[in-house]
């Protein structure tokens, strides 16, 4: 069984700040893939970044990066210079093989000017 | 251009009938999904097929039945559509160790 949570249902920001999404799981399988998505208004699912578990160096695009701690089975998400098109809602994801992606229940992002 | 298509956006339908989803992805993966986003935001897997073989069936009414007539199409079939089935359906498309792409979704509403 795997699991994904996400303890923060909402988070505020303000533009221009950096803020950090929290996300835990647990799996018992060695190798597995973590994702975040945003999910903004329009309901398009985004993939913001992917980090695989054998990987030690954690994941960067631009603005966003991971804080991925693997025996902590830890994996947030940290958004720098924070802009109003970051508002959306969050999703913190996992997936091994034979698995179809698992979920986190989201964290809504608001970002203030 | 659109790398995972469904179609219709929104469907607004009464209780008791009968309705589909359609689902197209041009990336040329192996693995397709239907995935439902309740009223809470919360996203569940449904169903899954790889090269046109169904590999995950979660516990959904069969009421639910998938179809994938090719790799590149996953049809979302619901007879007898209740209040209850009232979400947002996702097909995504996957290669194995990467990220999912998602379908703009589709608005089911049963009224």
């Known amino acids: 069984a795997q699991t994904v949570t996400q303890s923060q249902p909402e988070m505020s920001v303000q533009e221009a700040e950096t803020v950090t999404l929290s996300c835990t799981y647990d799996?018992?399988?060695?190798?597995?893939?973590l994702f975040w998505y945003k999910q903004p208004p329009s309901r398009q699912m985004i993939l913001v970044i992917r980090?695989?578990?054998?990987?030690?160096q954690n994941a960067t695009e631009n603005r966003f990066s991971v804080n991925f701690q693997k025996a902590a089975k830890s994996f947030s998400l940290k958004i720098s210079d924070s802009q109003l098109g970051d508002a959306a809602m969050y999703f913190c994801?996992?997936?091994?093989?034979?698995?179809?992606?698992?979920f986190g229940k989201g964290t809504s992002l608001l970002v203030t000017p | 251009d659109t790398a995972v298509s469904q179609t219709p956006k929104y469907l607004v339908t009464q209780m008791g009938n009968d309705k589909s989803i359609k689902c197209e992805q041009n990336l040329g993966h192996d693995t397709m999904y239907w995935y439902k986003q309740d009223s809470k935001k919360f996203l569940k897997i449904m169903f899954s097929y790889n090269n046109k073989e169904l590999i995950i069936n979660e516990t959904v009414p069969n009421r639910f039945s998938p179809k994938s007539p090719d790799k590149a199409h996953l049809n979302l079939h619901i007879n007898s559509l209740e209040l209850g089935d009232s979400a947002v359906y996702f097909c995504?498309?996957?290669?194995?160790?990467?990220?999912?792409?998602f379908g703009s979704g589709t608005r089911l509403t049963v009224v």
């Open positions: 799996t018992s399988e060695s190798d597995y893939y």
């Open positions: 980090q695989e578990a054998y990987k030690q």
């Open positions: 994801a996992l997936i091994n093989s034979g698995y179809a992606l698992n």
């Open positions: 995504a498309s996957s290669q194995e160790g990467y990220g999912y792409t």
